[in-house]
């Protein structure tokens, strides 16, 4: 008898109970089908347990063919399938074994996510809510077909900024932070929306001009997934109001005033984000965008300087990913 199973300190979104017993009289190689089937399953490496859960494989010989019963507790049922590996090639014999092991388990666990509730209740005691998770999670892992589309799924997060503005006195550095809310519209698109406020400021001949600024971004992103890494990429509009406020040097004999206005235009976004435990996520993002509605400073009929051109900033946020 070989035993490949989750240990109850392994996790249960990535490892359902399974037993996989495989008769002596079978032509293979049982510690490799066994190693090759728990990749195939997605099974953890925890102890060995056995409980009234799991998922129970016994492989057999039924004259010159194979017999692969699985007695699944999960949907309360048995399913066996007969297979030959007399015709392939003995070298490949365990790869083709652990292939029909984890296709058989699959198919029997598939009614989990394809039927989750039948019309009428199994005999046997449901097995814990935690072990359908990780059943169901198993089976849209390998059947890419049974993956919900994610569809008007929200987040939110929060997230600090820094941003470097094109002037015709130099570059302002601003810094700030804000609120960020992806939805996802699809498996591989989403729109963000967020609002963010900052702050810096630039020295010019007469002083320096204090710059604050609240602004919104509209995005439509694409965005992939592996494992617990993603990645994002597209454009929209940044917009908001600008305000500009002058504070002249101690010795110069003038006064400072301050003003508003709008300021806009698009922006080029790309990031990377790291998917940690109950859709939480850390993301680092990156803009690049043009002043289409450039601001403008005056001394008097003195032109102090002008925010145009380009300019780049810097996010890391922490929050909760559709």
């Known amino acids: 008898m070989a035993l490949l199973a989750a240990g109850p300190g392994a996790s249960a979104q990535t ?12 032509p293979v190689a049982r510690a490799e089908v066994l190693r090759l089937a728990r990749i195939e399953l997605g099974l953890g490496t925890g102890g060995v347990f056995v409980g009234p859960s799991t998922t129970v494989v ?45 296709e058989s388990v699959t198919t029997s666990w598939s009614e989990v996510a394809v039927n989750p509730r039948p019309a009428l209740a199994p005999a046997r005691p449901p097995p814990p809510a935690r072990v359908r998770v990780a059943v169901a999670r198993a089976v849209r892992r390998r059947v890419p077909s049974l993956r919900p589309e994610a569809r008007w799924s ?38 963000e929306a967020d609002v963010a406020v900052e702050g810096g400021s630039l020295e010019v001949s007469p002083g320096r001009i204090s710059v604050s600024m609240a602004t919104a971004g509209l995005l439509l992103v694409w965005r992939h997934r592996w494992a617990a890494w993603g990645l994002r990429a597209g454009g929209g509009v940044r917009a908001g109001v600008m305000v500009l406020a002058g504070e002249p040097r101690s010795e110069e004999p003038s006064s400072g005033a301050s003003f508003a206005a709008p300021w806009a235009g698009p922006v080029l976004t790309v990031g990377a984000s790291v998917h940690l435990p109950d859709g939480w996520a ?9 002043t289409v509605l450039p601001v403008t400073a005056y001394a008097g009929e003195q032109t102090l300087l002008t925010l145009e051109g380009t300019w780049v900033g810097v996010t890391l946020g922490f929050g909760q990913r559709p």
């Open 15 to 26: 490892a359902p109970p399974v037993q996989v017993v495989i008769d002596a009289c079978v």
């Open 282 to 290: 850390i993301d680092l993002g990156g803009e690049l965008g043009g």
């Open 154 to 191: 929200p987040g939110l997060g929060l997230f600090a900024s820094t941003r470097s503005l094109t002037t015709t006195a130099g570059r302002a550095s601003l810094w700030g932070g804000g609120v960020r809310a992806p939805v996802a519209l699809s498996r591989s698109f989403g729109v």
């Open 58 to 102: 016994m492989v057999g010989c039924l004259g010159d063919t194979l017999s692969i019963l699985v007695d699944d507790p999960v949907t309360a049922k048995q399913t066996e399938r007969t297979v030959r590996l007399d015709g392939a090639d003995p070298r490949a014999r365990a790869r083709l074994l652990a292939l029909a092991i984890a």
